[in-house]
């Protein structure tokens, strides 16, 4: 994902890199929250 980023081959390839990188970033501060708050309790 990140080399088509860099070679920018289409604007779509980007869009959906761009957006599966920003889903897959909020799915891991959420397992984190998630996690602290379990180890929380």
Do not use: H, K
Request: glycine content about 8%; cysteine-free.
């Amino acid at each position: 994902i990140y080399a088509m980023i860099r070679f920018g081959i289409t604007p779509e390839i980007n869009a959906l890199a761009t957006i599966v990188m920003a889903v897959s970033i909020t799915a891991l501060t959420l397992s984190q929250r998630l996690n602290r708050g379990i180890i929380g309790q």
